[in-house]
């Protein structure tokens, strides 16, 4: 399976979680798990499709194991931070750390994108 596959199945996926946890938070008027909800629509619906949205342009790339390394780490770790976020507004602050490594791996995650995108176009 490509890099571009893998994004465009689950970055769907993620956008209907999100969305679902939207309307959730909307109908209870419990808005405190509002900042998870929009990590988790921006890094896991819109960066994931956009992500993919790149690799499909480069099919030499979209069929590296790096690509497909890459949107698979940023999906899990999109997820991670959600939760991580969310147990935090929730009062649960022994999930910090699980949000803490979340970011870290993101951001490292981010770091390998930047270079394959800067690395392809230049
Ligand atoms: C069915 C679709 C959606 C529903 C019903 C929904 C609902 C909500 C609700 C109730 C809040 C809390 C508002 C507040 O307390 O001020 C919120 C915040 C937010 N949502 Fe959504 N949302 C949806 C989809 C999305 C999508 C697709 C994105 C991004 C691509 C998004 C990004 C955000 C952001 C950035 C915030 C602000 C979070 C914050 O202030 O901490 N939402 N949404």
Do not use: C, K
């Given at each position: ?6 994004s465009f199945?689950?970055a ?19 808005h ?5 909800h ?13 992500m ?12 590296s ?6 949107v698979?780490?940023?999906a899990a ?5 959600a939760?991580g ?11 910090e750390p699980l949000?803490?490594?979340s970011?870290?791996v993101?951001f ?12 392809t176009?230049?």
């Amino acid at each position: 399976m490509t890099a571009s596959r893998i994004s465009f199945t689950l970055a769907p996926l993620i956008a209907l979680t999100g969305m679902g946890w939207g309307i959730a938070m909307a109908i209870s008027h419990d808005h405190a798990t509002a900042p998870a909800h929009a990590h988790l629509n921006l890094l896991g619906w819109v960066s994931l499709f956009l992500m993919g949205l790149f690799y499909r342009f480069h099919t030499e790339l979209d069929r590296s194991r790096l690509a497909r390394f890459q949107v698979v780490v940023w999906a899990a770790a999109s997820i991670a931070i959600a939760i991580g976020i969310g147990l935090i507004y929730l009062g649960t602050p022994q999930a910090e750390p699980l949000a803490a490594i979340s970011s870290i791996v993101l951001f490292a995650d981010m770091l390998v994108f930047a270079w394959l995108v800067i690395r392809t176009v230049r």
